[in-house]
């Protein structure tokens, strides 16, 4: 049965050969590349399309992705992808937690979607093989420039710079904008332009395509155009007599290490936020001023996220609160570490000039005052009493010492003074008997 043996393995290997150039698809969304193959070095595009809202994490073997999260709400947003030197590039697409449907419901299956193209080297020309003589009656092959000359976008910029061979691109346009006009010229007049004109858009991205084709030739080249509309919160929280919006994406925010995303419940509506294993819950913000940053929120009050490093620990630096600013026996000042500055307290008595207090959240969202000592670079939870040396532990002891002296020489005092007056008062009485 040496026959059913060989067509096992002629089954397996145009399995494995198909596998690798065909897109594979996820419950959530479906992933597809543009080319099968690639020269080093080039790029190709890969473009997640599926009727779901949320945030997808790109990783990529073999190359680098132009982003390394996306936002995808029902509809097509694509990634361009440049291949490493050799090899094959694989390129993954996992959803971030709190993926929904259009009715805004949790999707169930969030496995990710993944897509293989292979690096082709290319062919060196064999310059000891002979010429062919060119025929005189040979036609020439003719070639078609499907190149665009330039693109426009009314109202917004192009980024990156136009370039004829650069065929992804996105722009950015303010909140409220339904509607964006795009115009393109061909490098060849003969050539058509499919998709320039007026196009209705929508809050979040939007994928505007541009098809370059010429009546000879069935070959077409396409332009992307990511249009992203600014986005408008709905659900508003105060922060320094500041209203700040809470943003409904992570459009423009960047990947935070050791945070999945995740649904918070505020007033009464759902918003999407980042949560770590400790259960630190962030917000992504925006001021009126369209500045946005991201927000520890942690019993309805917002702290901005500022995360620090100190003594190998991780903190977020918050602002001191105005009743914290004058304490007895501490002076506020910039406490230096590490070459980084930060608000703190220095302790009046020159006794203790190596210690310094901070005001930090930790990890889990408690607030503490911590102390720093600078000459071991040691950090730990304040007790409330001031840093002690072994000189001022000795002068206490002596001065507990003399008290204690003192007060045994006051009770006997006391007692001889007592025993004197009841003496008196008992001969007194005899006497008067």
Do not use: C
């Not at 790109?58 to 999260?69: C, D, L, P, Y």
């Not at 994928?207 to 155009?225: A, D, G, M, N, Q």
């Not at 209203?243 to 995303?261: C, D, T």
Request: aromatic share 8%; glycine share 8%; no cysteine.
């Amino acid at each position: 049965m040496k026959w059913v043996k060989n067509f096992v393995l002629i089954v397996i290997g145009v399995f494995l050969y198909l596998a690798a150039i065909t897109p594979i698809k996820a419950a959530a969304f479906s992933m597809s590349a543009s080319t099968s193959t690639v020269s080093p070095g080039g790029t190709f595009v890969v473009t997640l399309s599926g009727n779901v809202t949320g945030n997808v994490f790109i990783n990529v073997e073999n190359g680098t992705a132009s982003e390394s999260q996306i936002w995808i709400e029902n509809n097509s947003i694509s990634v361009t992808i440049t291949a490493g030197s050799r090899g094959v590039v694989r390129v993954r697409a996992t959803p971030g937690e709190g993926l929904s449907d259009p009715q805004g419901n949790a999707v169930a299956d969030t496995s990710s979607a993944s897509v293989s193209v292979t690096i082709q080297q290319p062919t060196s020309s064999n310059s000891s093989r002979p010429s062919t003589p060119s025929s005189s009656n040979s036609t020439p092959v003719k070639t078609f420039n499907l190149n665009l000359s330039s693109i426009q976008v009314d109202g917004a910029v192009l980024s990156p710079d136009f370039s004829g061979d650069t065929v992804d691109y996105s722009v950015e346009l303010p909140k409220g904008t339904t509607s964006v006009t795009i115009n393109a010229t061909a490098a060849d007049s003969e050539v058509s332009i499919q998709g320039v004109g007026t196009h209705e858009v929508h809050e979040g991205n939007n994928v505007i395509e541009l098809t370059t084709h010429h009546s000879e030739t069935s070959t077409t080249k396409t332009y992307r155009i990511q249009v992203y509309v600014e986005e408008e919160p709905k659900v508003f929280l105060m922060y320094n007599n500041m209203e700040l919006g809470v943003y409904p994406s992570f459009h423009g925010s960047e990947a935070l290490e050791g945070f999945e995303n995740t649904e918070v419940t505020i007033q009464d509506q759902q918003v999407l936020g980042k949560v770590n294993e400790q259960g630190l819950v962030l917000l992504y913000m925006v001021e009126e001023s369209g500045e946005k940053a991201f927000y520890v929120y942690k019993d309805e009050v917002l702290y901005k996220y500022l995360p620090i490093t100190i003594a190998g620990r991780t903190f977020i630096s918050l602002e001191i609160p105005d009743d914290m600013k004058n304490m007895t026996g501490l002076i506020q000042q910039k406490i230096t570490i590490d070459d980084v500055e930060y608000d703190g307290w220095v302790f009046e008595d020159e006794t203790f000039s190596n210690y310094s207090l901070l005001y930090l959240m930790d990890e889990k969202g408690d607030i503490h005052l911590y102390q720093y000592e600078s000459t071991e670079g040691v950090i730990q939870l304040y007790s409330g009493a001031a840093a002690l040396k072994q000189e001022s532990v000795d002068e206490m002891s002596n001065e507990l010492n003399m008290m204690r002296i003192a007060l045994i020489a006051v009770s006997v005092i006391t007692v001889i003074i007592l025993g004197a007056g009841f003496y008196f008062y008992k001969k007194k009485l005899s006497l008067q008997h």
